[in-house]
């Protein structure tokens, strides 16, 4: 099951800098996407949200781009900090449901 | 800031042993669910609950599974008989309503099957 995809393992960033996070989606049916964050041994942590009527959305540092066309979204964190180290995940949703489907994760490396 | 919680943190069993996995969401939400994360892997839908009774399952949710609300507060998870692949992370979530709403997780539970 692929319909959620984190291409990249890991990313690293020195502090100060941005980091972006890529995520790509193969089920058209997906109207609500999430990045959540998530350190070791705990559980995943709500960072930013958006749904597919929207393109851009903004929460302090955080911002989420989505492309309908591309299927595609990405986080941008600016200023990164070393305490955003941690694994991302991005997951989606579907008609106002219920499951989210996750995808594999990017470990975010923040270098002080 | 209200979380969700989940007893026990780790879990050890014997292969065919029963176990129940406990969750007490946000007070005020109404969708429950839980998902595990095989060490290595994605984290996984397993079952999601409103208004007292199962509203979806996945594929991994198989008779050996069942979700309970037993009272106002409580969400259980129960394994009937644990097999080896049953390791992993168990996390429950609960969100306040529908449409665009985000879901919290708990800090979830380490089942260890052996």
């Known amino acids: 099951d692929q319909q959620v995809k984190q291409n990249s393992p890991s990313l690293s960033v020195q502090e100060g800098r941005i980091s972006i996070l890529n995520c790509d989606y193969t089920n058209s049916m997906f109207d609500y996407f999430l990045w959540y964050k998530k350190y070791p041994a705990e559980g995943p942590t709500f960072l930013i949200s958006i749904s597919s009527i929207k393109d851009k959305n903004e929460d302090g540092r955080f911002t989420v781009f989505l492309n309908k066309s591309a299927k595609h979204l990405s986080l941008h964190i600016v200023p990164s900090q070393p305490g955003d180290s941690a694994v991302y995940f991005c997951a989606a949703s579907a008609n106002d449901g219920n499951k989210l489907v996750f995808g594999a994760g990017t470990i975010l490396r923040v270098k002080s | 800031e209200p979380e969700v919680t989940q007893t026990p943190s780790h879990q050890v069993t014997q292969m065919g042993q029963e176990v129940i996995l406990r969750c007490v969401p946000i007070s005020n939400h109404l969708y429950f669910y839980w998902y595990r994360q095989i060490l290595g892997q994605k984290v996984e839908f397993l079952v999601s609950?409103?208004?007292?009774?199962?509203?979806?399952k996945s594929e991994i949710f198989d008779d050996q599974f069942s979700a309970e609300r037993p009272d106002g507060s409580n969400f259980t998870l129960k394994i009937r008989s644990t097999k080896l692949e049953d390791s992993a992370m168990y996390f429950c979530?609960?969100?306040?309503?529908?449409?665009?709403?985000?879901?919290?997780f708990g800090p979830g539970t380490r089942l260890t099957v052996l």
């Open positions: 609950f409103y208004n007292n009774e199962i509203s979806e």
């Open positions: 979530a609960s969100r306040i309503a529908g449409g665009f709403n985000e879901q919290f």
